[in-house]
């Protein structure tokens, strides 16, 4: 028998985290990891504009390429919306997304990241030849700190789908 009940220990369970259907680094605990497989061939990238609308509240599109300042000036009238401006600059960004396997949640997730030392940490670890062959490596992604002073760290790990049961969970997720 448990020795707290299941009510209590509901209540001081930490938070499913990265679980559903995508895996963002800012949904890193704090001084938390997060260890995933890159299953997809390749990234989707594209650039991330963040508007501010009239009537309240932000959202974000992605294009494919750097939007020019009509197509911006076009989705600011479809949205009734501005640009958004971060210390004095539009917050139009580099971003990228792929399919993982996120050991954690035992499932496929879509990657998104925008920040931008992330992105290059994992375009120079993917570069590196002793890592060409994705498949027989992991990825943890790490976080340390909060809002301005948050920095991320990638590591390669060997795979852990040299284990035939996690292989199979991955291909079959």
Do not use: H
Not at 45 to 59: D, Q, S
Not at 73 to 102: S, T, W
Not at 120 to 131: H, K
């Amino acid at each position: 028998m448990a020795f707290f009940t299941e009510e209590f220990a509901a209540s001081i369970a930490p938070k499913e985290r990265n679980s559903g259907a995508y895996l963002n680094p800012s949904s890193i605990d704090d001084n938390g990891s997060v260890r995933f497989c890159i299953v997809s061939e390749s990234p989707i990238t594209g650039i991330e504009v963040w508007f501010t609308k009239a009537a309240g509240g932000v959202t974000k599109r992605i294009f494919r390429e750097q939007p020019t300042p009509s197509q911006l000036q076009a989705v600011c009238e479809l949205l009734g919306a501005e640009v958004l401006e971060r210390d004095g600059r539009p917050a139009i960004k580099p971003c990228v997304a792929f399919f993982v396997y996120n050991y954690e949640a035992a499932a496929i997730q879509c990657f998104s990241a925008n920040q931008k030392t992330l992105m290059q940490d994992i375009e120079r670890l993917t570069s590196l030849e002793d890592y060409e062959n994705l498949g027989q490596w992991d990825m943890r992604l790490s976080r340390r700190g909060k809002g301005v002073d948050t920095k991320y760290t990638v590591d390669m790990l060997p795979s852990k789908r040299a284990n035939a049961d996690v292989a199979k969970k991955v291909f079959t997720a």
